[in-house]
Antibody, heavy 122, light 111 residues
Framework: QAQLQQSGPGLVQPSQTLSLTCAISGDSVSSNGATWNWIRQSPSRGLEWLGRTYYKSNWYNDYAISVKSRITINPDPSKNQFSLQLNSVTPEDTAVYYC????????????WGQGTLVTVSS | QSVLTQPPSVSGAPGQRATISCTGSSSNIGAGYDVVWYQQIPGTAPKLLIYHNDNRPSGVPDRFSGSKSGTSASLAITGLQAEDEADYYCQSYDSSLSGYVFGTGTKVTVL
């Protein structure tokens, strides 16, 4: 398993940008055997996959339809980490945010960050 | 918002069997995509329990088993133990949404 360590602010003002980082140890963000994902959890929306980044001779991203216009996930191979940016946040974006590794051979999220509660409020 | 439907709660006495259903549709489970199960202790991240419908990662007790049929899947816990009290979620991939989807979650209570 990989170890994932999340960092970032727990409070964001409405209309601003939510930014989180996930540092990876025990694997590489450039690995061909994994994709690197952001998932959030709230009482109203449950567990919701937000998007992923992965390397397959080139860098690729896929985003959930629900946030596609507002989200950016960037890999940083020099620091072996990846980040989440969610623009124009509203109170509906209040949730616990997780980074997670999807192990391609197992087709499942086998490693998770510790979670960050992000509250959108003024 | 969850695409996969689970019962809100399931309970059983220690030693008994508990079963959790996960109902999807023709764009996810019914399309042949794998079903995965996670266990979540409140306040912690989900933990992988079952992958590829019926496979256990190393370290997961064989009391946990998964199955899949048609547009549904099930997680069975045999010989319930107090430590099995947690929330359980199924997960698959949805071709209509082009993304991963999770179940609504089931709280297991050991009486």
């Amino acid at each position: 398993q990989a170890q994932l360590q999340q960092s970032g602010p727990g409070l964001v003002q409405p209309s601003q940008t939510l930014s989180l980082t996930c540092a990876i140890s025990g694997d590489s963000v450039s690995s061909n055997g994994a994709t690197w994902n952001w998932i959030r959890q709230s009482p109203s929306r449950g567990l919701e996959w937000l998007g992923r980044t992965y390397y397959k001779s080139n860098w690729y991203n896929d985003y959930a339809i629900s946030v596609k216009s507002r989200i950016t996930i960037n890999p940083d191979p020099s620091k072996n980490q990846f980040s989440l940016q969610l623009n124009s946040v509203t109170p509906e974006d209040t949730a616990v945010y997780y980074c997670a590794r999807l192990h391609i051979a197992m087709a499942s999220f086998d490693s998770w960050g510790q979670g960050t509660l992000v509250t959108v409020s003024s | 918002q969850s695409v996969l439907t689970q019962p809100p709660s399931v309970s059983g006495a220690p030693g008994q069997r508990a079963t959790i259903s996960c109902t999807g549709s023709s764009s996810n489970i019914g399309a042949g995509y794998d079903v995965v199960w996670y266990q979540q202790i409140p306040g912690t991240a989900p933990k992988l329990l079952i992958y590829h419908n019926d496979n256990r990662p190393s370290g997961v007790p064989d009391r946990f088993s998964g199955s899949k049929s048609g547009t549904s899947a099930s997680l069975a816990i045999t010989g319930l133990q107090a430590e099995d009290e947690a929330d359980y979620y199924c997960q698959s991939y949805d071709s209509s949404l082009s993304g991963y989807v999770f179940g609504t979650g089931t709280k297991v209570t050991v009486l």
